[in-house]
Nanobody
Framework: QVQLVESGGGLVQAGGSLRLSCTAS????????TGWYRQAPGKQRELVAV???????NYADSVEGRFTISRDNAKNTVYLQMNSLKPEDTAVYYC??????WGKGTLVTVSS
């Protein structure tokens, strides 16, 4: 069992930046593919970015070039650096490991 805790959400103006963190309870986390998902009000949860255990990354088209996913295995933590934020990025952001484990989410609100 792996527990994931997200942090770093908040309120930011359009054009601003935030960095989300996802910290795992176990070191086995470092061998798991980890992704950030988001769910806006009234919409389905969608994949934002994913990073493999080896560091390969993939992004949704909507965030490509603005968001960067990275991991620090020594800290059992995956980050999502979000730049040039837009109001449409407003959502609850969830961390997922190995398509099995989920965090409880952190709210990001981008004001226009």
């Amino acid at each position: 069992q792996v527990q994931l805790v997200e942090s770093g959400g908040g309120l930011v103006q359009a054009g601003g930046s935030l960095r989300l963190s996802c910290t795992a309870s176990r070191s086995t986390f470092r061998i798991l593919a980890t992704g950030w998902y988001r769910q806006a009000p009234g919409k389905q949860r969608e994949l934002v970015a994913v990073i493999s255990s080896g560091g390969t990354t993939n992004y949704a088209d909507s965030v490509e070039g603005r968001f960067t996913i990275s991991r620090d295995n020594a800290k059992n933590t995956v980050y999502l650096q979000m730049n040039s934020l837009k109001p449409e990025d407003t959502a609850v952001y969830y961390c997922n490991a190995n398509l099995i484990y989920w965090g409880k989410g952190t709210l990001v609100t981008v004001s226009s």
